[in-house]
C-alpha cells in the first residue's frame, strides 16, 4: 500500500523519467540525436530567423541545425546573437564579422585553431542539448541539468555539409579533419615549448611590462608551430641558461643587457 502511494504519487515519478532519461543520455546520447532528425534548405532555415515568434529560433553550426528558442533574449531579434539565427554563419563564430559576407559558412582560408575552435562551438550546442553541464575527459556526462535541455538538435542544414541525404560531405570531414590536426599541433607545441621554460611577466599601468627568469636570461623566440597553426609568426619568452645563448634564433629584448635576468617590454 505505502509502496503504491509512493509510486503514484507525481514527485517520484518525476524522480523516476528523470533518473530513467539521465541514464539514457548518459549512455546513449547519440540515439537522441538520431531521432528527430530533419533536413533543411538554406531558405526554410532562414524563416526560422527570429522575427516570427511563433516558430523556433534555429542556428546553423557546421551544417548541424539547434533550437535556440530559450536563449531568444540573445538569439531573438535585438539580441547580440541575433546574426546566428536563420542562417549557418559558422565563419563568424570565430571572425566576430557579422557584416555582409562575414556571416557566411565557408570556412576558405581559416588556420587550423580557428577550425578548431568551430568545431568546439558545434560541441558546445551539441553538450547544451544533452544537457550536459559537466563533462569529464572521457566524454562522459557528469553533471545534468534537467528538465528540459536550453537548446535542441533539430537536424542538418543541405548544403555545404550535408547532402540532401542527410550525409557528411567531403567539406565537413575535411574541415573535422583540420581541426584535428589543429589540436594535435597544439599539443605537439605544448609539449615543445615545456622543454624551455617560458619567462615569468608582469605589467602595471606605472610601471609598464616587465618580462623576467628565475633561472636564465630571457629571450624572444619564434614559435615553431605558429605558422602552421595560425597562419601568422608569433614570438614567445623564454629562460636560456648562459651556455645556451649562442643557440640560433634568440633574441635579445630591445635596450635589455645580453645578460640581464629581467627586461623591460
Ligand atoms: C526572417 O524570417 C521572416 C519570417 O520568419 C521572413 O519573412 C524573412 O524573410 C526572414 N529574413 C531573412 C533575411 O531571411
Ligand atoms: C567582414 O567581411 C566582409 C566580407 O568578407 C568584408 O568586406 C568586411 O571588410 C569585413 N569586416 C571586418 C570588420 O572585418
Ligand atoms: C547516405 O545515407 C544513406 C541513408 O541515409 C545511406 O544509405 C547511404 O549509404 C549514404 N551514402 C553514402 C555515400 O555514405
Redesign the pocket.
Known amino acids: 500500500m505505502v509502496v503504491k502511494k509512493i509510486i503514484s504519487s507525481p514527485f517520484v515519478a518525476i524522480a523516476v523519467l528523470v533518473t530513467l532519461v539521465a541514464v539514457i543520455f548518459r549512455f546513449s546520447p547519440k540515439l537522441l540525436l538520431s531521432r528527430q532528425q530533419r533536413l533543411f534548405t538554406a531558405e526554410e532555415l532562414a524563416l526560422h530567423n527570429g522575427t516570427d515568434e511563433s516558430i523556433p529560433i534555429l542556428l546553423g553550426i557546421l551544417g548541424s541545425v539547434f533550437d535556440v528558442t530559450k536563449g531568444k533574449s540573445h538569439y531573438g531579434v535585438g539580441g547580440g546573437y541575433n546574426h546566428f539565427a536563420g542562417r549557418d554563419a559558422s565563419r563568424a563564430f570565430v571572425?566576430g564579422?557579422f557584416?555582409?559576407?562575414?556571416l557566411t559558412d565557408s570556412l576558405r582560408g581559416l588556420s587550423s585553431t580557428e577550425v578548431k575552435s568551430i568545431v568546439e562551438w558545434r560541441e558546445f550546442y551539441f553538450r547544451s542539448y544533452t544537457c550536459c553541464l559537466s563533462l569529464s575527459s572521457e566524454g562522459q556526462c557528469l553533471v545534468f541539468t534537467l528538465p528540459s535541455p536550453a537548446v535542441r538538435f533539430v537536424g542538418k542544414l543541405v548544403g555545404r555539409y550535408y547532402d540532401n541525404q542527410g550525409n557528411a560531405t567531403k567539406y565537413l570531414k575535411g574541415a573535422e579533419a583540420k581541426a584535428a590536426r589543429g589540436a594535435q599541433l597544439l599539443e605537439k607545441q605544448k609539449a615543445e615549448e615545456a622543454k624551455q621554460p617560458g619567462c615569468n611577466s608582469r605589467w602595471s599601468q606605472d610601471e609598464g611590462g616587465e618580462v623576467w627568469c628565475d633561472t636564465g636570461f630571457p629571450r624572444l623566440v619564434q614559435r615553431p608551430l605558429e605558422i602552421a597553426l595560425t597562419g601568422k609568426m608569433s614570438k614567445r619568452c623564454a629562460c636560456f641558461l648562459e651556455d645556451q645563448l649562442d643557440q640560433q634564433g634568440l633574441e635579445v629584448y630591445e635596450g635589455c643587457d645580453y645578460l640581464s635576468q629581467t627586461c623591460r617590454v
Open positions: 571572425s564579422n557584416t555582409g559576407d562575414g
